[in-house]
């Protein structure tokens, strides 16, 4: 089965600097790859998602890449703010498989320091 | 729309003991899933479901039953409880087509001793 690397576990910025976390998947067939952002005690959701006929998506600014030759893709978080703070998780999925299941990351816990 | 809920919150069981957790889903999604979250190993699929009457195996199936008698529920069983199923339980939902957002309800903190 499919298995999704992320790193790194914690990451710690200062407010206003940028935020980069990646993550490694093992299926070549994944083409589906969100990320979702979990604040203390609250559900995970989704922040931006991208497919594998796109190399870069952007939402103001939270950005993701994907590079499929290496299966890997990384969540960009520029300007970082004080409630950016949050634990982020990774996931791929095989769109058109079925049942659409998402392998998560294991997250990575941001920290934006004022 | 209510969208995803939990019930109940949280529950402290003892070891041996059974219970079913209940996610409903106001959305009219087709699939249904059950995960786990552990600190440091983010969330695992536990079941799904892909219609009305049914289920499969996630990630890590064991020591859990789910039903799925109606589209809008989907329950999570634990017939036997023990100290390793002391979890956050998550559950989500979405449309079936490609594309569609995995909609996560609040989470069912369970403490088992």
């Known amino acids: 089965g499919e298995n999704v690397e992320q790193h790194p576990s914690t990451l710690s910025v200062q407010e206003g600097d940028s935020a980069v976390i990646k993550c490694t998947y093992s299926?070549?067939?994944?083409?589906?790859f969100p990320w979702y952002k979990q604040e203390l005690g609250k559900r995970p959701q989704l922040i931006i998602d991208?497919?594998?006929?796109?190399g870069e998506k952007k939402d103001q600014r939270i950005a993701v890449t994907l590079n499929k030759t290496a299966k890997h893709f990384s969540l960009h978080i520029t300007e970082t703010q004080p409630e950016d703070s949050a634990v982020y998780f990774c996931?791929?999925?095989?769109?058109?498989?079925?049942?659409?299941?998402?392998?998560f990351g294991k997250g990575t816990k941001l920290s934006v320091i004022p | 729309n209510a969208g995803v809920t939990q019930t109940p919150k949280f529950r402290v069981l003892k070891t041996g003991q059974s219970m079913t957790l209940l996610c409903a889903q106001d959305?009219?999604?087709?699939?249904m899933y059950w995960y786990r979250q552990d600190p440091g190993m983010g969330l695992r699929l536990i079941h799904y479901?892909?219609?009305?009457?049914?289920?499969a195996k996630g990630e890590v199936p064991d020591g859990y039953n789910v039903s799925r008698l109606k589209k809008q529920n989907f329950l999570l069983g634990l017939e036997s409880a023990a100290p390793s199923q002391t979890s956050v339980y998550f559950c989500?939902?979405?449309?079936?087509?490609?594309?569609?957002?995995?909609?996560f309800g609040p989470g069912t903190r369970l403490l088992v001793l």
């Open positions: 479901s892909v219609g009305e009457g049914t289920t």
């Open positions: 299926d070549s067939a994944s083409n589906y």
């Open positions: 989500a939902s979405r449309f079936p087509w490609e594309g569609e957002t995995q909609y």
């Open positions: 991208i497919r594998s006929n796109v």
């Open positions: 996931a791929a999925s095989i769109a058109g498989a079925g049942s659409y299941q998402l392998t």
């Open positions: 959305m009219n999604h087709e699939y």
